[in-house]
């Protein structure tokens, strides 16, 4: 076995033999390396610390209309200053690079410049009620690398302008685009309301009697019309049993009283008729048929028939109005049931409309209560959304006045941008300390690759390691020159 001793002595031994392969190149890189350090132009950077300033007015307050997180805001905002519009201006304004711009085109130009401007945010990690331990990020850094430390400083303090402005800038614009949107909505909503409002007016005003709203009074109606028609229906059939009883009074009245001419009681027709009758009911007991006296009673009994039968006008004709005082108080008596009844006939009549008005009106409240109730949900929905959409129309105002007058999340600078004293490129010790490491690892690869490829046999391990066995004893190199 061969042991560690006997591992760095042949690794040394390696190594003072390839001494040359190890030498070369190491000192080659190193030379290289330390003349690239001294040689390549310094590099300055200048640059400026922004803190991420909160809100004067805290959010539970006053919320923001701007949205997404600050990080993303500063992001996008960096993508805004840096394009390529503003790059190749501050190229031109402050001669930057004018061996470049002589051959290259301005998209190099603009790549070459955006690797020289820096940016980064600083971030600490905070407890966020809602999402829980998160990064925030409190300042951002900004700057540019130049090899003039005036124009270095010129042109970070030219970014560090435009990112505040931009900033400033972008939250006003944002929010007044949002306050825009949300008065544009509440008009929208308002006019949507109105419509809605003269919508139902007109079907309240076309359905006026059979609303929802209506349906128990028109029920109470219903009820109360059905309950009285049965009563009127029995006062009629009363009253036309008193007007048949009058009619059948009448009848057998006679319009003219009796009176006295000569000394002579004179009888009215009636009660001539009346003599006659019981006369022909004696006489008929008595006689045939075909009595002579009996014929001429029954021919002036005809006759005075006929006449009491045209009384009423003949004596009107004549001037004479009937008189008789049981007639009178009879007929009156039946006018007046005649005018009762035709009151109630009306009254019926009219009871019935109403019942079939109100039953029509209970129908169509049915039809139209589904229509009626999406017209009110509606504009209840339209006055909800139009009452939110006020109230974020004020807050956005107020949003929009904070962003105005600054009181908004803004930038502010903490470290401006200096002239820098010291090159921030190249690293000259950190450069030729890697220049080093590489020169001796470029050299122990040469050394270990020109032993690996030399077919000879230095030591008893290659030996081994070949035959499988190992030797005997081992002859040391004797230098016959020394000798």
């Known amino acids: 076995m061969i042991s560690r001793r006997s591992m760095f002595e042949e690794w040394r031994a390696v190594l003072w033999r390839r001494r040359a392969y190890f030498l070369i190149p190491a000192l080659l890189i190193s030379a290289v390396t330390i003349l690239a350090a001294f040689l390549l132009p310094p590099v300055y950077r200048s640059s400026a610390t922004i803190l ?50 002589k051959k290259d085109p301005p998209e190099k130009l603009v790549a070459k410049m955006r690797k020289d401007i820096v940016f980064w945010l600083e971030s600490v990690e905070i407890n966020d009620p809602e999402k829980g331990l998160r990064e925030a990020s409190i300042a951002l850094n900004i700057g540019f690398q130049y090899k003039d430390p005036a124009v270095a400083q010129r042109v970070a303090e030219r970014l560090v302008t435009l990112f505040i402005e931009a900033q400033a800038d972008e939250r006003l614009k944002t929010s007044r685009q949002a306050n825009a949107f949300v008065n544009k909505e509440s008009e929208r909503l308002s006019q949507s309301v109105d419509d809605l409002r003269k919508k139902l007016a007109a079907f309240r005003e076309q359905y006026a009697d ?44 006679s319009p003219y009283r009796s009176y006295t001419l000569n000394g002579e009681t004179v009888l009215n ?46 004596a009107r004709s004549r001037g004479r109005m009937p008189d008789n005082p049981a007639y009178l108080q009879v007929s009156a008596a039946l006018k007046a049931a005649e005018g009762n009844l035709r009151s109630l006939t009306a009254r019926r009549d009219e009871m019935k409309s109403r019942l079939a008005d109100y039953e029509g ?42 962003e105005h007058e600054g009181k908004g999340r803004r930038l502010s600078v903490v470290d401006p941008p200096i002239v820098p004293h010291k090159p921030a490129q190249p690293i000259r010790l950190i450069l030729i300390g890697l220049g080093l490491a590489l020169a001796a690892l470029g050299g122990l690869g040469a050394a270990v690759a020109a032993e690996y490829f030399d077919p000879r046999i230095y030591s008893a391990r290659q030996l081994k390691s070949l035959t499988g066995e190992a030797p005997l004893a081992s002859i040391p190199f004797i230098d016959h020159r020394l000798a």
């Open 361 to 402: 009106r209970l129908r169509q409240t049915q039809v139209i209560a589904g229509e009626y109730a999406h017209l009110r949900q509606s504009l209840d929905q339209a006055v909800e959304q139009h009452r939110k959409v006020e109230e974020k129309r004020a807050a956005a105002e107020i949003a929009e006045t904070l």
């Open 210 to 253: 059979v609303l929802p709203e209506m349906e128990e009074s028109n029920r109470k109606g219903f009820e109360a019309a059905d309950k009285e028609l049965p009563i009127l229906d029995a006062e009629i059939r009363a009253q036309n049993q008193r007007r048949v009883e009058l009619e059948a009074e009448l009848a057998t009245s």
């Open 52 to 101: 991420l300033e909160e809100p004067v007015v805290s959010n539970e307050l006053v919320a923001t209309t701007v949205s997404g997180s600050p990080d993303q805001q500063l992001q996008a905002i960096n993508k805004r200053i840096t394009s390529s519009n503003n790059l190749l201006q501050m190229i031109d304004e402050y001669d930057l690079y004018p061996a470049s711009r």
């Open 269 to 314: 027709p009636n009660d001539q008729l009346e003599i006659l009758q019981n006369e022909l009911a004696k006489m008929s007991a008595t006689f045939g048929p075909s009595y002579p006296p009996l014929l001429d009673l029954k021919k002036r009994i005809a006759e005075l028939a006929a006449a009491a039968q045209n009384r009423g006008p003949t």
